[in-house]
């Protein structure tokens, strides 16, 4: 593990630091005196800088590498590949895995681990500007990685304020202080991406259809995160793209005033809506690889996942949600099971790890909060859910997600990393309705 640590890197780091707090100091000196939230700007963005060097001593001192570092050097692999082959070095940089291009690697590049994985070397290639802004170092990488993917991040924020004002507080404690998610998504990690990609696409949709400001540039956008989530977990993009939609349509049929004419447009919208989300999961086909490219090889991947597991691959640290065989009905039959695991799981006896304890009380408070609302809201939930389309999209991505997840994945580990892109949500909901809770006691007070 030295040629990930070295003297070299703690040089960079210390530069990197310098240079990324005057810069970060300047943003908030620019916005404070008109945006009082931008209070967590600086101070968020270096816990989760922090939080990645904390992840990369904790995966080279006590993991003694894994997946961040065969992320790295992989990445490594392309770039040194632009000083022996530009061309070649241009080809990998499109996605391009010929075996002819496999076989340019040499002992000056190095040979890359998940060259055959598509989804994994999607993140080699997509971190290379991160590698070069970070000087060749691995803790420099991180850093300038947490740096950029921190702004899709805060934009995200800055539109939970114009929805919610007086949510300042709740919103900057699901997106910024969530220990796994801060943990696990400052990571160079697939986790990490596809997180940012998430927000980024609810924001671009935002800004084109509810806003309509700078239409074209939040295209770019929306296309650009689109491709990242697609080539990296293609899953999590066909989720975001219909819960989206969902809170576009919902907007839209808001701006008609009858309610005749709501009620009759409704099954045009929800129409529009299918169409769109069947065409795009046609398409991006084209672009996705690996086991959860389209819905029959996310199904084959989910059997064999349970299959392994009765082979006792993943020992104390799996959980068994039961057989079922690869098809819609058999996957539906596992929606209660996959769904609370992909919520709530590991349930804090199960912890066998710090990390899986500290996953474990997260999701003892998360699951008596949701039993909360439950029991305060009882079916005005429901019609809290339908009047905020907003809310009704995040919901409808939790539950989709986390059902995707339990289902697909076997092992305590991976569905902790996983679940870093759904808990933010989760909790903005529920932040949202212990908001609204407060406002009421508070009405009644007043009366």
């Known amino acids: 593990m030295g040629d990930?640590?070295?003297?070299?890197?703690?040089?960079?780091?210390?530069?990197?630091?310098?240079?990324?707090?005057?810069?970060?100091?300047?943003?908030?000196?620019?916005?404070?005196?008109?945006?009082?939230?931008?209070?967590?700007?600086?101070?968020?963005?270096?816990?989760?800088?922090?939080?990645g060097m904390i992840f990369c001593c904790v995966y080279i001192f006590y993991y003694n590498g894994g997946d961040t570092q065969y992320y790295f050097t992989g990445t490594r692999c392309i770039v040194k590949m632009a000083g022996k082959n530009f061309g070649a070095f241009l080809q990998l940089m499109l996605g391009e895995r010929t075996p002819e291009l496999r076989s340019l690697f040499d002992y000056y590049t190095g040979w890359p681990t998940y060259f055959k994985d598509a989804n994994s070397w999607a993140v080699c290639r997509f971190s290379v500007p991160f590698y070069l802004l970070g000087c060749g170092s691995y803790l420099g990488m991180t850093m300038v990685m947490n740096f950029l993917l921190f702004i899709p991040m805060w934009n995200f924020y800055k539109l939970l304020i114009k929805l919610y004002p007086k949510m300042s507080k709740i919103g900057a404690i699901a997106l910024f202080y969530i220990p796994s998610v801060i943990f696990w998504g400052?990571?160079?990690?697939?986790?990490?991406?596809?997180?940012?990609?998430?927000?980024?696409?609810?924001?671009?949709?935002h800004n084109i259809f509810v806003r309509k400001r700078s239409i074209l540039k939040n295209i770019f956008k929306y296309l650009f995160w689109s491709y990242i989530l697609i080539s990296i977990r293609p899953y999590a993009f066909y989720t975001v793209l219909g819960t989206s939609m969902i809170w576009i349509g919902t907007n839209l049929l808001k701006t008609i005033d009858s309610t005749f004419i709501r009620v009759t447009f409704f099954p045009l919208v929800a129409s529009v809506v299918v169409i769109i989300f069947v065409v795009f999961m046609k398409n991006s086909g084209n672009i996705a690889e690996g086991h959860y490219a389209t819905v029959d090889e996310m199904m084959t991947h989910a059997v064999v996942i349970q299959d392994d597991l009765k082979r006792d691959y993943y020992g104390a640290n799996s959980f068994?949600?039961?057989?079922?065989?690869?098809?819609?009905?058999?996957?539906?039959?596992?929606?209660?099971?996959?769904?609370?695991?992909?919520?709530f799981r590991p349930f804090i006896w199960e912890a066998r790890t710090p990390f899986m304890l500290m996953a474990g009380l997260e999701n003892i408070v998360l699951l008596l909060l949701s039993i909360w609302a439950l029991l305060v809201f009882r079916l005005k939930l429901f019609s809290f859910l339908f009047k905020d389309g907003f809310q009704c999209s995040l919901a409808i991505f939790v539950i989709v997600f986390a059902f995707f997840i339990g289902l697909t994945i076997a092992n305590f580990g991976a569905l902790v990393r996983y679940r870093i892109i759904l808990q933010p949500f989760f909790c903005l909901i529920l932040g949202r309705l212990w908001f609204l809770h407060r406002q009421e006691k508070l009405e009644s007070l007043e009366e």
């Open 4 to 51: 990930l640590v070295s003297g070299y890197d703690i040089i960079i780091v210390v530069i990197l630091l310098g240079i990324l707090y005057l810069i970060a100091h300047k943003v908030q000196e620019n916005h404070i005196d008109r945006f009082t939230y931008y209070s967590h700007y600086t101070r968020a963005l270096f816990l989760k800088i922090f939080a």
């Open 320 to 343: 068994d949600i039961g057989t079922f065989d690869a098809s819609i009905s058999g996957m539906l039959t596992k929606l209660p099971q996959a769904t609370i695991a992909g919520m």
């Open 186 to 205: 400052s990571g160079l990690l697939k986790d990490g991406w596809c997180l940012a990609a998430v927000l980024a696409i609810y924001t671009a949709c």
